[in-house]
């Protein structure tokens, strides 16, 4: 059974930091590529940043230069290291995965940046 479970989400202030946590459980973990999506108040679910089974990562425009998307085998976790925190960063913070075609999603986390 596929699982992702994120956590590290929080209440921060702007140009704070925050590194979020994705732990993941019934897949081939080094196979997979993995991602982010951010869904702010109101808004729809948007992609944050990928990270490939090959190591090749990409950002939206909105978080270059401030996020930094990383992962560690042993323990099956993708992070997203967020710097430079801004209130339109406030959302809801997924990490995801396919698997044959099938896309699994955590219960999310918080992040809520006040200015």
């Known amino acids: 059974q596929v699982q992702l479970v994120e956590s590290g989400g929080g209440l921060v202030q702007a140009g704070d930091s925050l590194k979020l946590s994705c732990t993941s459980h019934?897949?081939?973990?080094?196979?997979?590529?993995m991602a982010w999506y951010r869904q702010g108040p109101g808004m729809q679910r948007e992609w944050v940043a990928g990270?490939?089974?090959?190591?090749?990562?990409n950002y939206a425009d909105s978080v270059k230069g401030r996020f930094t998307i990383a992962s560690d085998i042993d323990s099956r976790t993708v992070y997203l290291e967020m710097n430079s925190l801004k209130p339109e960063d406030t959302g809801v913070f997924y990490c995801?995965?396919?698997?044959?075609?099938?896309?699994?999603w955590g219960q999310g986390t918080q992040v809520t940046v006040y200015s």
């Open positions: 995801t995965t396919l698997v044959r075609g099938f896309a699994y």
């Open positions: 019934g897949i081939l973990f080094r196979n997979n590529d």
């Open positions: 990270l490939a089974s090959d190591g090749t990562t």
